[in-house]
């Protein structure tokens, strides 16, 4: 089959073209190939650039020096060389055999055409090859697959899915990251083969869905693939459907969550928190007489669903904590008042207490408009906190007056009792009953050291 080919003007990293022209000096096909070639067209920066070659890993080796390779994937044909400090992966074209494991081919037979190691690849946006010169070879349909913005597997989507079931979680990743519409065929494998996703790791899952959600249009995707990643995630389940029977809200739990997503910067917290903040509503839920719905205690029962979600996924701990205090606290009362915001400072910092305030903007945003009232008090809170940050006021210990040495100098012992002391300090310069002023905590903290 002969090659589409196109040209294009492109400058590669010096370190990859003159791997290229090495190789090809010696008389080898070399190329750019896969998401590098995908990403040039689209015209993003490549995170990375990768080398096929006709040439064996022996050959490879005797090119550019045993000291300049090392042999990073010898069993798939992968050689790392070390060009003028930087490596670039070269990998010999390859076909590969049966996948029993459902990830890695039980053996690779090494091939001198391009054609057939593009062949094996799992999408045709993503079997493309690049010269040095710019000239793009496209034995599989990918340059048209990516001006129409269609996902496609290369050849029968069942054998590309079973070989290995990631490729399921990576379609629906591209297509949230890029809006491309996946191909009928595709997509009905998919479908098809949900089943397959629990064979994965949990590392490699979590890997998959941490980019999928960071997506421009990963909420379409969430709601159009309902049923993967149900597979993945059973705790969802409930919600699709879960109707809130409450006037704050016109949307049921599952749909209501997709707009709280889209209504949040793309950042792992915060989308996270998003998709799991009502997880919890379905079990929690009750009506009154008057058949209004409440979902009380839901926030405590949310973030206990998401830790064991997180945990499960083995998500690193301090995301998986900061999604959790998020959840917990996304329906906490923050009035905008100087009094509250030097409170809710003192007590989850700036950086969580930012993130609270896109969380509760996010999650209001989904409500009705009988709630459209609070959005304006997130912009009144904020405008108070941004003036307590800019003006320094006093709102933690260590931006008081006086320090533990100052109170112990005062007579007051060290440890529980000089902690209430500085407590009691605290709380009166952040309610504006004394000033943060040294003469000033000291004479109260003298009366407090006779009444407490």
Known sequence: MMAKTIRISYELPSEVSDVIARLEEDGKEAYVVGGAVRDILLQKKPDDYDVATSATPEEVTEI???KNCHPTGIAHGTVTVVMNGVPVEVTTFRIDGDYEDGRHPND??????????????????????????GTILDFCGGIEDLRNGCLRTVGEPARRFGEDALRILRALRFASERGFTIERETSDEIFRRKGDLCSLSVERIWKEFSRLILGDHCVPILREYFEIFAGILPEIVPMKGFLQHNPHHIY????????????????????????????GKPACFTMDDAGIGHFYGHQKVSADMADTILQRWKVDTKTRETIVLLIREHDAALEPSLRIVRRRLLRYGEEILRMLLEVKRADISAHSQKSAYRIQ?????????????????????????????????????????????????????????????????????????NEM
């Open 252 to 279: 049921d739990v599952w749909e209501h969550t997709l707009v709280a997503v889209e209504h949040v910067p793309a950042t792992t917290v915060l989308r996270m928190t998003m998709l799991f903040h009502d997880v």
């Open 377 to 449: 008090e997130i912009a009144a809170f904020e405008t108070i906190l941004d003036q307590v940050i800019e003006e320094k006021l006093c709102c933690s210990y260590s931006t008081m007056a006086i320090n533990g040495k100052d109170l112990i100098n005062l007579g007051i012992e060290p440890g529980v009792r000089i902690g209430n002391v500085k407590k009691k300090l605290l709380e009166e310069v952040m309610d504006g009953r004394i000033p943060n002023e040294k003469d000033a905590l000291l004479a109260r903290a003298a009366e407090l050291k």
């Open 108 to 133: 690779v037979c090494f091939t001198r055409s391009l054609e057939e190691d593009v062949k094996r690849r799992d999408f045709t946006i993503n079997a493309l090859a690049m010269k040095r010169d």
């Open 64 to 66: 550019f020096g045993q």
